[in-house]
T-cell receptor, first 113, second 112 residues
Framework: GENVEQHPSTLSVQEGDSAVIKCTYS??????FPWYKQELGKGPQLIID?????GEKKDQRIAVTLNKTAKHFSLHITETQPEDSAVYFC????????????FGSGTRLQVQP | EAQVTQNPRYLITVTGKKLTVTCSQN?????MSWYRQDPGLGLRQIYY???????DKGDVPEGYKVSRKEKRNFPLILESPSPNQTSLYFC???????????FGPGTRLTVL
């Protein structure tokens, strides 16, 4: 089955700096890669996703890049703000069959004001 | 408002006492799923359902049951809870036409 590894497990940055979270996946059949943000006491919320036919996607301050050959994808947050502090999860899915998302172990991002 | 709701949000119980965690969505989604979240392990799928009366095991189904009698509801049943089922549980749903899953607010379960 699919295995997703995520690094780092914790990340502390100063407000205004950039933050990068990296994930690798094992199943070459995976073709959908979402990123979720989880705030304290809430469920994961989708913030951006990318499909395997695209190398990069950007939405305001957040961007995701995908390298299919190396089987890794990354989340980039620029001009970080205190409200970006949360736990971020990457995930991968082949979209086939049970369409399950395989999640990484999460990154706790702390943005220091 | 489009949402996934779960009840209860918090539950403390004892080993062996049957419990049910309810999940309901108002988006007319065909697909529903249960995940458990444990520190350092991310979210792992327990069971999923592609439509009414269609359910199947995920990655960690042992000790759990589900049912899908109505499209909007997907309860998670623990018939004889054990301490290793202490976890944070999330229900999710999506349309079969898309990949985006919507998550509920979570249920924190403690089994003593």
């Amino acid at each position: 089955g699919e295995n997703v590894e995520q690094h780092p497990s914790t990340l502390s940055v100063q407000e205004g700096d950039s933050a990068v979270i990296k994930c690798t996946y094992s199943d070459s059949a995976s073709n959908y890669f979402p990123w979720y943000k989880q705030e304290l006491g809430k469920g994961p919320q989708l913030i951006i996703d990318i499909r395997s036919n695209v190398g990069e996607k950007k939405d305001q301050r957040i961007a995701v890049t995908l390298n299919k050959t190396a089987k890794h994808f990354s989340l980039h947050i620029t001009e970080t703000q205190p409200e970006d502090s949360a736990v971020y999860f990457c995930a991968a899915s082949s979209g086939a069959g049970r369409r399950a998302l395989t999640f990484g172990s999460g990154t706790r991002l702390q943005v220091q004001p | 408002e489009a949402q996934v709701t779960q009840n209860p949000r918090y539950l403390i119980t004892v080993t062996g006492k049957k419990l049910t965690v309810t999940c309901s969505q108002n988006m007319n989604h065909e697909y529903m799923s249960w995940y458990r979240q444990d520190p350092g392990l991310g979210l792992r799928q327990i069971y999923y359902s592609m439509n009414v009366e269609v359910t199947d095991k995920g990655d960690v189904p042992e000790g759990y049951k589900v049912s899908r009698k109505e499209k909007r509801n997907f309860p998670l049943i623990l018939e004889s809870p054990s301490p290793n089922q202490t976890s944070l549980y999330f229900c999710a749903s999506k349309s079969l036409d898309t990949d985006t899953q919507y998550f509920g607010p979570g249920t924190r379960l403690t089994v003593l």
